[in-house]
């Protein structure tokens, strides 16, 4: 299977600061990486696919980038309602497989 | 646009069959494109593909699971379901189903999760 690494595993911040989330996966997928967002409660929220689209109605702070085997989410300016678990996901082939997630907390 | 709601047993004894349902609002499943899809999340824990469904039939499933799972889809009733047997406690976690478009299978519909535990 596809092994995908999320880095870092948690992370805090304040509110306006820009963050950066690390996704590797164990071989080349090329953009086949999309990237979800969870609350606590709730199912994920699909934010970035093809590694760098933005899905309609996701704010323009988040982005994507990225391609091969090493990608990365940014969050521009971190607003009160960033503060979730992210997770990426390689859909290059199955079985389908996802990162173990980021944590971002208040600081 | 489209709604994704599951439904079934919240408890399972062990070594039977945990069997759910997802039903779609807002859309077809017979009007084709997309995939229809099982996810799992053990509690605290990362996101587990289970396999997905196109209205044609055609599955695929996560290997790790392949000899337990069955999904199926009822176009007339306009939902999509998912058959595990002889679960056991590891069993236990949040399913999601969700709808998955593309050759990415990118999952841009979810529903909201049912918790499903698996004890005698």
């Known amino acids: 299977d596809m092994q995908m690494t999320q880095s870092p595993s948690s992370l805090s911040a304040s509110v306006g600061d820009r963050i950066t989330i690390t996704c590797r996966a164990s071989?080349?997928?090329?953009?086949?990486l999309t990237w979800y967002q969870q609350k606590p409660g709730k199912s994920p929220k699909l934010l970035i696919y093809?590694?760098?689209s933005l899905q309609s109605g996701v704010p323009s702070r988040f982005g994507g980038s990225g391609s091969g085997t090493d990608f990365t989410l940014t969050i521009s300016s971190l607003q009160p309602e960033d503060f979730a678990t992210y997770f990426c996901q390689q859909s290059y082939n199955t079985p389908l497989t996802f990162g173990g997630g980021t944590k971002v907390e208040i600081k | 646009q489209v709604q994704l709601q599951e439904s079934g047993p919240g408890l399972v004894k062990p070594s039977q069959t945990l069997s759910l349902t997802c039903t779609v609002s807002?859309?077809?499943?017979?009007?084709?494109?997309?995939?229809w899809t099982w996810i799992r999340q053990h509690a605290g824990k990362g996101l587990e593909w289970i396999g997905y469904?196109?209205?044609?039939?055609?599955?695929y499933y996560n290997p790790s699971l392949k000899s337990r799972v069955t999904i199926s889809v009822d176009t007339s009733k306009n939902l999509f379901s998912l058959r595990l047997t002889s679960v056991t406690a590891a069993d236990t976690a949040v399913y999601y189903c969700?709808?998955?478009?593309?050759?990415?299978?990118?999952?841009?519909?979810w529903g909201q999760g049912t918790s499903v535990t698996v004890s005698s």
């Open positions: 071989q080349s997928i090329s953009n086949y």
């Open positions: 807002g859309g077809y499943i017979s009007n084709g494109g997309y995939y």
């Open positions: 969700a709808k998955s478009r593309g050759q990415a299978n990118v999952m841009d519909a």
């Open positions: 093809a590694a760098s």
């Open positions: 469904i196109y209205y044609r039939g055609t599955t």
